[in-house]
């Protein structure tokens, strides 16, 4: 099984900031990656797939990067509707969530 | 826009199975290059991919999880259905049924989900 991690699991930031979550897979899973925003209460929303693919309608401060066993997802000027909590997941081998990075108010 | 429901007991009781229904609407289950996910979380943790379901009927399944679960489709009643058997207190969670869409890629396909349901809370308990 492939197996996500993230880092780092929380993180505090100001509406401005850059912020850039990791994800690594514990093999190479090409670009078969997509990153998901999740509020509180509230179903997960895609933003990126496979790996650096802006989903519709998603604004283009969120851009993604990496392949093989590296990505990260990068919020170029967070705004407030930003925090949450972020997943990356695998598609290449069936699917495996991340641990989720939440990211509130500093 | 398609959107999708999922409905069925909120309290179940260990050792018993677990049935829940993702209705449609907006749109037909048997369209299109899709497939229909079961995702769960449960409470303050992360997710946990259930399993999917293409419209042709094949299936695939967490291994951790795959010898207590069946995903179906009703094409009649435009829904998909989770049974898990067995439960205990740990499948206790929020359950998320899902819409996922394959991109052409060199050697295979990008899967990923885009639209969700709200999600139905089910707790294991006697």
């Known amino acids: 099984d492939i197996q996500m991690t993230q880092s780092p699991s929380s993180l505090s930031a100001s509406v401005g900031d850059r912020v850039t979550i990791t994800c690594r897979a514990s093999q190479s899973i090409s670009s078969y990656l997509n990153w998901y925003q999740q509020k509180p209460g509230k179903a997960p929303k895609l933003l990126i797939y496979?790996?650096?693919s802006l989903q519709s309608g998603v604004p283009s401060r969120f851009s993604g990067s990496g392949s093989g066993t590296d990505f990260t997802l990068t919020i170029s000027s967070l705004q407030p509707e930003d925090f949450a909590t972020y997943y990356c997941q695998q598609s290449y081998s069936t699917f495996t969530f991340g641990p989720g990075t939440k990211v509130d108010i500093k | 826009q398609v959107q999708l429901q999922e409905s069925g007991p909120g309290l179940v009781k260990p050792s018993q199975t677990l049935s829940l229904t993702c209705t449609v609407s907006g749109g037909s289950i048997s369209s299109g290059s899709y497939y229909w996910s079961w995702i769960r979380q449960p409470a303050g943790k992360g997710l946990e991919w259930i399993g999917r379901i293409y419209t042709s009927g094949s299936t695939n399944y967490n291994p951790s999880l795959k010898s207590r679960v069946t995903i179906s489709v009703d094409t009649s009643k435009n829904q998909f259905s989770l049974k898990l058997s067995s439960v205990t207190a740990a499948d206790t969670a929020v359950y998320y049924c899902a819409l996922g869409e394959l991109a052409p890629a060199a050697n295979y396909y990008y899967y990923y989900m885009d639209v969700w349901g709200k999600g139905t809370t089910v707790t294991v308990s006697s």
């Open positions: 496979a790996a650096s």
